[in-house]
């Protein structure tokens, strides 16, 4: 089983920035980040492969940042010029497949996100 725990989230004014953190018990060579807001349904913000390849959502382009530290076993999202659009839980999960697309095995618990106007 590879536990997953995520960090860094909090309370920000628009415009702001947060650097998530998930540290992973295990190596997996798919993570991702994905976030579920108030009354939305969850949806993926980018995903990476253990060789660095990266893939984010079209909204996602240009403000938010994924990468990975394998040595620590540690996958980070980088968020800037927040908008109270993004408030939401945020989630990190990880797989072992070729294809980082698509479902995801593990998943953490999930940090909170809220951004003010």
């Known amino acids: 089983q590879v536990q997953l725990v995520e960090s860094g989230g909090g309370s920000v004014q628009a415009g702001g920035s947060l650097r998530l953190s998930c540290a992973v018990s295990a190596y997996r060579y798919c993570m991702g980040w994905f976030r579920q807001g108030p009354g939305k349904e969850r949806e993926g913000i980018a995903h990476?492969?253990?060789?660095?390849?990266?893939s984010y959502a079209d909204s996602m382009k240009g403000r938010f940042t994924i990468y990975r530290d394998n040595a620590a076993n540690t996958l980070y999202l980088q968020m800037n010029s927040l908008k109270p659009e993004d408030t939401a839980k945020y989630y990190c999960?990880?797989?072992?497949?070729?294809?980082?697309?698509?479902?995801?095995?593990?998943w953490g618990q999930g940090t909170q996100v809220t951004v003010s106007s």
């Open positions: 990476i492969s253990g060789d660095g390849s990266t």
């Open positions: 999960a990880a797989k072992m497949a070729p294809d980082c697309r698509g479902m995801y095995s593990f």
